[in-house]
């Protein structure tokens, strides 16, 4: 995946301004600030490693929010959701008896001190429920806004829009009264990733057809209007349901500015350079201004507008927009650019601590040392350590089924894999294992589930998870990439039990969950206890809610796949297998691997420069020094 790149601040509107005539009454500076996907990251704080980490943190972007406003005299602060799950602060605040009656989350209460102005929910805050999110809702210091979740009859499962009125002042110091409407949007599919809390409480609508419903009469109450669109920005064609609709929301007529989340990553920034009604430069959307601030608290969105008053209308005569990092990499080092906000420290100082000691508690013991870096390139022990878990947990409950006779396999993916930052690995060492390790091992709050299918459609399921490899040129000599780095590992699913090979001369078979290319097919000698699997006979997969109810879009997968709906969470069932026995065994079984080529080929991947100790064994893969961003580039040979 790409890097949140470290952008340039300001600079831009300074050079609007100079060219501007003097100050005037009619003219306002208005500076829009956003937060978005703070997953329970507090503060500058790894839980899973015990140490300071200053690529996250509340406390950190709190202290741009400081040195924002200090720069500006109007200032509007929202968060774009994806707030109280996340970090393991997030799960010890959502265990049983975690959050207190009649008090608010305490990360929301957190947020408060820093005068948010409003927010909308994420896709995340549905993860424990609705029961734990309305209650973390309670006595918020700020309100939150959400137009396409309805309550079972029809009303709005919170107020849709807003209109809040806050006092400007005009280049020469006029006072304004400026009427601010602020309507947000969650990604419909929240009633597919959390389906079994959700169905029947709630339903989404369209964001874009909701928006088209909704604007024309709010932009008739307010001067500007503000959108707080938890998704991210795709140029696919507009379509009925999409998750990442920011790019078609912008162009509904009226909405002024657009904040924008989910995908974690960073915009404007080169991640979205080139896509048809998209500035990756100036950071607009069909015209329309739009920022989004990366993840964890890593950048602050700053968007300024210049409004003028013309009669009684206020137009966005000019804008600049930013997305301001927290720290940025020189080479392998992480220099921070933010000073902690003190009262974020002060106000979870005790559930930090408390955290650390919960994270901190001993579950099992290791024999060797368990890590993810080379989890993309061949067999890895974290998925076999996972499947084996799901396994183990699932059997009894398959026991009194009709299924109870299938053959139960186990499907799971590197949730730390790289992607988006080089410190994003697992690594345990030999010994005791603690929850904070377990916890890293499977880092989602998914609960388990089971689906049954044939042969056929597992084969399926490889093809898409084969999606992560890019198609490379057997003929060609020269190295090639070997991994798409927008393709998230979360989706690339191993399936434990079986034996195949991945042929990557061919096409990809599957892009997201779409199938592009019927005639390819990568998944090759696929083969269950070394004979070729019968693809018409049924057999039962574990894996987890996401997946079963149709995340990621997997072929055959979602409805009525799905037999088994476990009340506990994967990671439970991780926790569970390491208690369970005083030594739990690290060792990889042979699953996958690629097909060789009539010749060999020469394929690089990026990693931590961590793997270059773990290549003993792999005198396939060779490393060929560092990389922009911290990261190591590798050759594999096939
Ligand atoms: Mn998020
Ligand atoms: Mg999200």
Known sequence: MILPRRLAVGGGLAAVMAARPAAAANRVRLRVLETSDLHMYARDFDYYHDRTDPTVGLSKVAGLIGVARGEARNTLLFDNGDIIQGSPLGDYIARPGGLKDGTTHPFLHAMGALGYDAATLGNHEFNFGLPFLEKSLQRTRFPFVCANIRRAGGRFFLPPSMVLRRTVHAEDGTAHVLRVGVIGFVPPQIMIWDKSKLTGKVTTQDIVATAEAMVPALRKQCDILVALCHAGISAAPRAEGEENAALHLAAVKGIDVILTGHSHRVFPGPDYAGLEGVDAERGTL??????????????????????????????????????????????????????????????????????????????????????SYLALVGDNAVMDLINAAQIAYARPLLANTPHAKLTVLSAAAPFKSGGLAPDNYTDIPAGPVALREAADIYIFPNTLAAVRLNGAGIQEWLERSANVFLQIDPAKREKQPLIDRKAPGYDFDVISGLTWEIDLSQPRRYQGGKLVNPDAHRIRDLRLDGQPLDMARAFIVVTNNYRADGGGGFPGLGGNAVVLRAPDANRDAVLRYFASRPDTPVGSTASWRFAKQAEPLALTFDSAPAAKALLAGRPDIAPDGPVEGGWERFTLTV
């Open 286 to 371: 069909a015209g329309v201004p739009a920022v989004m601030p990366g993840y964890w608290g890593s950048h602050l969105g700053v968007i300024d507008l210049v409004l003028e008053q013309h009669g009684k209308a206020w137009t966005v005569a000019d804008f600049a927009v930013a997305a301001r990092p927290i720290y940025r990499r020189d080479g392998a080092t992480v220099v921070s650019l933010a000073q902690p906000d003190k009262r974020i420290e002060t106000a979870t100082e005790a559930d930090h601590a408390a955290t650390r000691a919960w994270v901190g508690k001993p579950v099992g013991r290791i024999g060797s040392r368990l890590t």
